[in-house]
């Protein structure tokens, strides 16, 4: 899970209606397992977050801390 965050106006998510200044809780774990995302999430593999020289490399499918802000 993250941090709590605010709606800060009306938004449209998924068919649904999330009302400004209700709180909503991201769940990371739903982009960390998405096998559009992974070719296998459910495996341990440091490197697929790496790069042909073994720096990380940034993939939006990854959110270390939390969701932005």
């Known amino acids: 899970m993250s941090l709590l ?3 800060t106006r009306d938004t449209r998510f998924q068919g649904y ?3 400004q200044g209700k709180y909503v809780h991201p769940l ?3 982009v960390h397992f998405d096998s559009e995302e992974h070719k296998t999430p459910e495996a341990f593999a440091p490197e697929r977050f790496l790069n042909e020289n073994g720096c ?3 993939q939006n499918a990854f959110m270390l801390l ?3 802000v």
């Open 17 to 19: 209606l999330i009302s």
């Open 5 to 7: 965050h605010t709606v």
């Open 56 to 58: 990380f490399k940034k």
């Open 66 to 68: 939390s969701a932005g």
């Open 28 to 30: 990371l774990s739903t």
